[in-house]
């Protein structure tokens, strides 16, 4: 009868990725089952190749989101201040998620690259949220799908240039991200 593993893929990967962003890609799968305290055989047995291991654990994105809170906040509190919660959620999570994908596109290997966190679904969710406000009257009436876009990648957009940016930064997230709220919600305004 086989052994119940007693560590999960997810742990692995968690491993993987903490090892892979503090060394590169040079980091060895020893460094890694060292970290996930298991041997390296344990590594083979899921992921038969380094190179394997390397694309899972820099495609992971087992963070949660901040979709999932939207809809709670439909008709509470207020409106503005939500937006600038959910800016400053996705600056974070981007700036996050940004290394790994930097670190994985470099590799170019023929393994399949971790693809960015497709938009599409918190998009649409953050426009189903404003559109939820709006009929709530407590947002200004129009397409929700616009000031949706506009917020996402404007937030996307500013956490990937202070990524770039490096020690110099033009302006602080906290700041950036009020004011860019602030002209956002002068055409959401009721």
């Not at 994985?104 to 969710?125: F, M, N």
Request: proline residues 7%; neutral net charge.
């Amino acid at each position: 009868m086989a052994r119940t593993p007693t560590i999960t893929d997810a742990q692995i990967l968690k491993a993987a990725s903490q090892v892979f962003l503090e060394q590169g890609f040079n980091a060895t799968t020893v460094d890694v089952a060292n970290r996930a305290g298991i041997s390296s055989a344990s590594i083979f047995k899921r992921f038969p190749t380094k190179e394997a291991l390397f694309f899972a654990a820099m495609g992971q994105h087992n963070e949660p989101f901040w979709t999932p809170e939207l809809e709670s906040q439909i008709g509470q509190g207020n409106p503005q201040a939500d937006l600038l919660l959910i800016a400053q959620k996705i600056t974070a999570f981007t700036a996050k998620m940004l290394p790994r994908l930097m670190l994985a596109w470099s590799v170019r290997q023929s393994q399949e690259l971790p693809k960015p966190p497709v938009p599409a679904a918190d998009v649409a969710a953050l426009a189903a949220y404003l559109a939820k406000e709006m009929m709530a009257g407590r947002i200004a009436r129009g397409d929700p799908t616009v000031p949706a876009l506009m917020l996402f990648h404007t937030a996307v957009g500013f956490a990937m240039s202070q990524s770039l940016q490096g020690e110099i930064k033009l302006l602080d997230n906290p700041h950036f991200l009020e004011e860019m709220v602030a002209v956002l919600w002068r055409g959401l305004e009721p």
